[in-house]
C-alpha cells in the first residue's frame, strides 16, 4: 500500500557530516499511506480532478514554522522521508507508518531547504522509536509514533516547540476549522520527488461524516480529515507531518486517496486529541487541562 521506493545502497552512517554528504538526495523517497477504493468510485475521482492547481500550496517563509522537522529515515531496503513536529526538546511526534522497519533517522530541525547545510538547522541521528502499540496498516488506525531525540535539542528562532490540544479540547471536533498543512511532499502528482523547500497550504477541518461519505466507511473516530476543495491537501513526503490550527497541532498527516493527491479528495490525520494520555506515557509531555 505504501508508494515510497527505498535507494539503492544505504546511507553511510559514519558521522552527522558524512551521513549527509553520502545521501543521494534525488534517490529519497517519500513515505506517504494511499487507499485504494473500488473501482466505480476511482472513475468518479477521476472524473472530478480539478486541472492547474497545486497540492502544495506555496513555499512558507523561511523558519516562519519553527516546529516542522524534516526526517531522512534509513531502512534495509533505502532511505525515506517524512515530516514531524518537536513537541519537547527532545521528543518528535510523527505518523506510525514512517518508522516501519526503519534502522535509524536522521532529524533535520530549523530548516527550510532540507537537502542543503543552512545555518539555523541542527541534525540528531537517533534510533530510539515508539510506534503506537495498536498501529495497524490494514485499517490504517492508530498512526502516531514518537521519536527520542536522546538529548535535548537547543531552541532558537528557527527551532521551537508546537503546542498539542489539551484535556478541555477533547470533545471538540474542529469541524470548520481552518487548518495549515506543512511539509516538504510532493506539490503535483506529476512531480518526481519531494520538494526542496517547505510549503504551506491552508484549509478546512471537514467532519468526519462527511470524509467517511468519500472514504466509504474507513474512516474512524481517530481520524481527522481536511477538505481537499481545490485539489489542496497532502501528498507523498508529508506523512508525519503536522495539521494546525491557530497555534495547536490538532493531527498528523496519515493518508489518502491512492489515486493521486489532485483530485479533490480529503486529507486524513491522526487525530491528537484521542491520543494525549498515550503521548504523555511515552514522552516528557505533560498534558495541560
Not at 103 to 125: K, M, P, Y
Not at 156 to 168: G, M
Not at 192 to 216: G, Y
Request: proline residues 5%.
Amino acid at each position: 500500500m505504501k508508494v515510497f521506493v527505498g535507494l539503492l545502497a544505504l546511507v553511510a552512517l559514519v558521522s552527522a557530516d558524512h551521513v549527509y554528504d553520502d545521501i543521494d538526495w534525488a534517490s529519497v523517497r517519500p513515505a506517504h499511506e494511499r487507499l485504494q477504493l473500488p473501482e466505480n468510485i476511482q472513475k468518479l475521482a477521476q472524473q472530478s480532478k480539478p486541472l492547474g492547481r497545486i497540492v502544495g500550496g506555496t513555499e512558507a517563509t523561511p523558519n516562519s514554522i519553527p516546529s516542522m522537522v524534516a526526517l531522512l529515515l534509513t531502512a534495509a531496503e533505502g532511505t525515506f522521508f517524512c515530516g514531524g513536529s518537536l513537541i519537547s526538546p527532545s521528543f518528535v511526534l510523527t505518523a506510525a507508518h514512517c518508522l516501519d522497519g526503519i534502522i535509524q533517522a536522521q532529524v533535520v530541525l530549523g530548516a527550510h531547504r532540507w537537502n542543503e547545510l543552512e545555518d539555523s538547522q541542527v541534525r540528531r541521528f537517533t534510533n530510539q522509536f515508539t510506534q503506537h502499540q495498536a498501529w495497524n496498516p490494514a485499517t490504517l488506525v492508530n498512526d502516531i509514533a514518537l521519536i527520542n531525540l536522546g538529548e535535548p535539542v537547543p531552541l532558537s528562532f528557527a527551532i521551537q516547540l508546537i503546542a498539542l490540544p489539551r484535556h478541555q479540547d477533547v470533545t471538540n471536533s474542529f469541524n470548520g476549522a481552518s487548518a495549515r498543512l506543512s511539509g516538504w511532499g510532493m506539490d503535483s502528482d506529476a512531480a518526481t520527488s519531494i520538494s526542496p523547500v517547505l510549503r504551506q497550504v491552508f484549509t478546512n477541518v471537514m467532519s468526519n461524516l462527511l470524509c467517511n461519505v468519500q472514504f466509504l466507511g474507513q474512516i474512524q473516530g481517530t481520524h481527522i480529515c481536511t477538505s481537499g476543495s481545490g485539489g489542496v491537501g497532502a501528498c507523498g513526503g508529508d506523512s508525519g507531518s503536522p495539521v494546525v490550527t491557530g497555534n495547536m497541532q490538532i493531527g498528523t498527516v496519515s493518508f489518502g486517496l491512492g489515486l493521486g493527491c489532485e483530485l479533490g479528495w480529503p486529507s486524513v490525520h491522526t487525530r491528537l486529541t484521542n491520543f494525549l494520555d498515550w503521548i504523555a506515557a511515552n514522552s516528557d509531555i505533560v498534558i495541560q487541562p
